[in-house]
Structure formats: structure tokens, C-alpha cells
């Protein structure tokens, strides 16, 4: 996104499998996550929808996305990251499968947001798409960038790779999973011969960079390197790799820092005489608060601010890009892991003021930047309040955890949660994912009463100190949670045989979208409740026979679908019997 005004990327279209393929596998990164914006995710990912979309507003789009993508999605971010929704929705507790932390020793994090995809075609070679990312898996309204390269398996190995499948054997080791654990080492091994394509003509090469793993840090990724030109964008900044930066400078060269305006005191006086520095104008960062495309959060202002990472280093006609997580702090490049992707660009007559000028544009009044000559008087103070509780919280992660479900009363049941060490200085409480009464964390705790369906290993944590405090959501294994849970959040939305139908009407149809539209309730966004409206059965008992002769493949998804919802209070009995019928009939079109 060089041209904010333009040039805008759609995360779910960079998700989406192309034509005539599926998503196979997806494996992706981020450091903090909203659970909110991953139910959008199955929805791109295996159904094509957008993820601001009326299909994600639509209960039996978002349930149907998730069951899609149980066994075939891996996301793994920072412990202590995971945002505690604003409403509460039974299910979350089916995305857990696919949600793994990644502990790290303190002082590090677990920063990438890299996206590896496999999408399958009938009789095609599959594609892997690699996506390289500076934003999060939020709903952060900030200007980030992305990269995306396609490819296919050749015949023989590419070194080229070796970075990328060294960060996805480092991912591995952080899998509990073990159908994941194995269909991930599949996708490292083919990997190794997958040729990827930038499909433009100027990028003569390009480099995966991990920092942080086992064999690749700042040195390997040849970004200190000296330079005519230099172009930084880093939301976040410290003072010895903007020094370090400085003086790579060859004579008479340009270095430009684009960065917060909050980050201005991290800068040295003299940075000042050698970077030329810019910050989002006020006016632009302000001018769009609480105006989000999602109605579901636009109760919640949000200003706008760079949050893209990027590095431009010229030498004579030698351009390296350098898109990624990793900002301009001595973290990023000495602890955290992180990914960049470097693109060796050439192109006659090409410059870095070009980027900059798609960056600023031509005339000062469309510039959404302005320069800084100096630090700027104020309070501006490192510290935040929040930051100890937030320390607390991945202290408290990097512990070792577990919770056992045991019976209640009522057919509820209680959880014992055993923690190895409770940070100090610091008062904590937790509670269900689903629960509103917290209790104070102990090293060993008991949570009462909670319902079948709203089980799960996800738990609100709360951390406070002096009127303070801060929430997440942590992932404990948790274990004996009962087989059942999962069919008994299916029946929190699939409850009775009017919602089985409409699950049915829209496994069978032909267009999602239309599906949505025609079943969503604008009541929806007034009360945060789900409803559905009434579905024709004549119609659908239609589109079910227009199935068995055109598609009837997918009737084994409705085979699934009938093996979980396995009450007869949900499914008619007629369904059953003319289900069979067509069952019998697809065969004999096969044949």
C-alpha cells in the first residue's frame, strides 16, 4: 500500500483460494489476535466471503466456516495477545483447536504476521501462496502493508526456501496437536521445492528473512548494509538500530524515517539532522475515529496511525525492499522472532524519492504526513501503567498450566485450573470464557458451574494494580473436556429443526452471499442477538434434488453435518428418509 489513497489491499481477497481451487491447509502468524476478526477468517479462507461481509453477520456462515476449518487451520500468536471480545459467543470455544501459543524466554515475543497457504484443485498441481504482513489479526485500523507470492512444485529442490521452511519447522515445535503437527511437517517438506513467482518484471530476486530462530538473525537477512538512500517506516522505534542505521550512511546520502509521533523522544537530536522525519498529521490520524466499516465495532473509536514496517536501501542501481513485523527497535532485530520479506528490485532510472513520492504525494494538502525538525516539547512520557500488567499476564503464561474439567452439580461442571508460579505484585482473577463472575487466580483454582457448551480453553484473565487493570484471554490444555461440547455449541445456534433447515438451505446453495443476505435479520446489529428467518421447504427440498444431479459430492458434507447434529428433535424424520433416497439416487449417477 505505497499509495494510501489507491491502493488498498483486501485481506480476505489475499486469503482467498483462486478459481477452481480450495483452501487445503493454512497455517498463519500474528502476535496479538482478535477472536472477533478470526471468525472471519474460515469465512475467506474456505468459503470465498469477505470478512466484513453480511455472510460473517449470518450465525450459520460463521458455523459452517468453522467446522470447515477445524482440521485444516493453524494460527499462532503471543500468549497473553488474545483480545477479550465484546460480546460473548459460544463459538469461540470451536476455534481453540486451532489457536496455538508461542512461550518464548522473557524479553522476547513472538511478533510475525506471515500467512503459508496450500490450496488443492481436482487433476491441478497445488499453489502455495506465501503472505508477509505488518498487521495483526485485529481490527486495528492502522495503514499497514503486504506482500503476496504465488507458486507451484517444480521438479527438483530449491534452496531458496530453506529460510521459510526453518520458520515453519520452528513453528512446528509449538504444535500440540498431532494430525496439525504432521500435516504442517508435509507442507514444510514440499515446500522445499515449491518455485515462487513475483510475477514483476522489475523484482530480480527475493529473500525470506526470519530473525530471532535458530541460524537466522539481522546479519543473515543483509539489512545493516551501507547505502546512498534509505527510506524507514517503523511505527515503533529505539535508539541504537536508528543509530546503527546512521552510520551505514555512505556521504551524501538521503535517509528518511517515517514513524509515530508519540516515538519522537526515542529519537537523538542529531537524528534529526540526519533523518529527515515524518509523522502522520494529526488531523488525518483523528479525522476518521470510531468511522469503522465493521458496524459490529464501531461502537469502539479507533484513530488511524502507520503501522506498516518497511526499509528501502539503495546503493547505485541496487534497490532492497524490505516488507515485515519487524520495527526499528533493538528487539526486533536482537530478541523477538519476527519475518521480513526482501525484494531486490531493478528498474532503469528508478529512485527512492519514487516511493516517497507515492507515499506524500505531489501537493502538501493531499500529504497525510508532516515533517518534524526536532523533538517536540511535551510530556511524553515511555512509561504506560499498563505495561507491568501486561509483563504480568506473559509472566504469567510462560509458567506451566493446566486444567481438568471435573463434574458439578445441575449437569454443570467444574474446572480445577493448576498454575506453576503466580506473578507477585500484581492481583489476579479468571474466569470461563463464557463467565462473567471472576475468581481470584491461586495456584490452584476452581471455576463452579459452567455449561457443557460454554466449556473451552480459552479463559478471561484479568491483572490489576492500583485502580488498574487489563484483560485478556489466555489458552490453558485443558483436559476431559467432554466429546460432546463441541455438538453442544453446534445446538446453541442449530437448535431446532427450523435452524437445521436453514443450515441445510445454505450447505445447498449456490451463492453464499445471497444465502446471507436472504437469511440475516437486521435486528442483528440493534440487539447482538442471531436470528433467522423462516425457509421455504419446497425450495430447499428442490435444491437438495438439483444437488444429487449436478454436484453430488457434496452430499458427503451434509453426511458430516447429520453425524454431528444427531437428534431427532432437530432433524425430521422425513429429512432422514429422503436424504437416504438421495443418497441411493447419487450413486447411480456416479455409475
Known sequence: MLRPGSDRLSYSHLLAPPPDYYTDF?????????????????????????????????????????????DNLAIFCE???????????????????????????????????????????????????????????????????????????????????????DFIGFLIQHINSRKKRRRIK??????????????????????????????????????????????IISPFLSKTPVKEFDSLALSNSSRTLITRRAELPKLLPEHFESFQV?????????????????????????????????????????????????????????????????????????????ILEDIFGKDDKDNPFEKIESIPQGDFSDDDPADEL???????????????????????????????????????TVSSLAGEQQVKLEKTTVIQNIRLEHLSEFYKISASKNDLTVRRIIKIPTGNIPPERDKAVFKTIIKDRQAFLKYLSFLLSDSIL????????????????????????????????RTVAREPERLKEIEKVLRFIDDPEIVPEEFNALFDKCRKASKRVKR
Not at 493454512?26 to 469477505?50: K, N, Q, R, V
Not at 515449491?194 to 530471532?212: E, K, M, N, R, T
Not at 486444567?403 to 492481583?427: M, T, W, Y
Request: glycine letters at 6%; one cysteine or more; a negative charge.
Open 79 to 165: 500468549p497473553g495477545q488474545i483480545k477479550i471480545p465484546h460480546k460473548n459467543n459460544t463459538v469461540y470455544s470451536l476455534v481453540e483447536s486451532s489457536v496455538f501459543q508461542v512461550h518464548l524466554p522473557r524479553g522476547r515475543s513472538f511478533h510475525p504476521k506471515v500467512w503459508v497457504i496450500r490450496y488443492a484443485g481436482p487433476q491441478k498441481d497445488p499453489i502455495y501462496r506465501i503472505i508477509v504482513l505488518s498487521r495483526n489479526l485485529t481490527f486495528d485500523r492502522s495503514w499497514d502493508m503486504a506482500v503476496c507470492l504465488d507458486g507451484k512444485k517444480g521438479d527438483e529442490p530449491t534452496e531458496k526456501n530453506s529460510p521459510l521452511q
Open 186 to 231: 508435509n507442507i514444510q517438506e514440499e515446500i522445499g521445492q515449491v518455485y515462487f513467482d513475483p510475477q514483476i518484471q522489475q523484482v530480480a530476486d527475493f529473500q525470506f528473512c526470519p530473525l530471532g530462530i535458530d541460524g537466522h538473525d539481522k546479519k543473515s537477512s543483509s539489512l545493516f548494509q551501507s547505502y546512498k538512500d534509505l527510506v
Open 390 to 428: 501486561q509483563r504480568a499476564i506473559k509472566e504469567l503464561c510462560r509458567g506451566k498450566m493446566r486444567a481438568h474439567v471435573i463434574s458439578g452439580e445441575h449437569q454443570n461442571f467444574n474446572i480445577q485450573i493448576e498454575l506453576e508460579r503466580i506473578p507477585d505484585k500484581v492481583c489476579f
Open 514 to 545: 445471497l444465502t446471507s443476505m436472504e437469511q440475516f435479520d437486521a435486528d442483528r446489529l440493534k440487539t447482538g442477538k442471531w436470528k433467522m428467518q423462516p425457509v421455504q421447504n419446497p425450495v430447499l427440498y428442490e435444491h437438495l434434488l
Open 26 to 70: 493454512a497455517l498463519g502468524t500474528t502476535y496479538s489476535l482478535d477472536l472477533e476478526a478470526m471468525l472471519g477468517i474460515p469465512m475467506a479462507l474456505f468459503m470465498s466471503e469477505e470478512l466484513g461481509s453480511s455472510a460473517t453477520q449470518n450465525p450459520v456462515a460463521v458455523l459452517e466456516g468453522l467446522r470447515r476449518s477445524t
Open 278 to 354: 515524518y509523522v502522520m498529521k494529526e488531523l488525518v490520524a483523528e479525522g476518521e475515529e470510531g468511522l469503522s466499516e465493521d458496524e459490529l465495532q464501531a461502537e469502539v473509536p479507533q484513530n488511524q496511525d502507520i503501522h506498516a514496517k518497511f526499509y528501502a536501501r539503495s546503493k547505485g542501481s541496487n534497490h532492497a525492499l524490505y516488507f515485515g513485523s519487524a520495527n526499528c527497535t533493538q528487539r526486533a532485530f536482537d530478541a523477538n522472532v519476527e519475518f521480513l520479506l526482501k525484494l531486490d528490485y531493478r528498474k532503469w532510472g528508478f529512485k527512492l524519492a519514487d
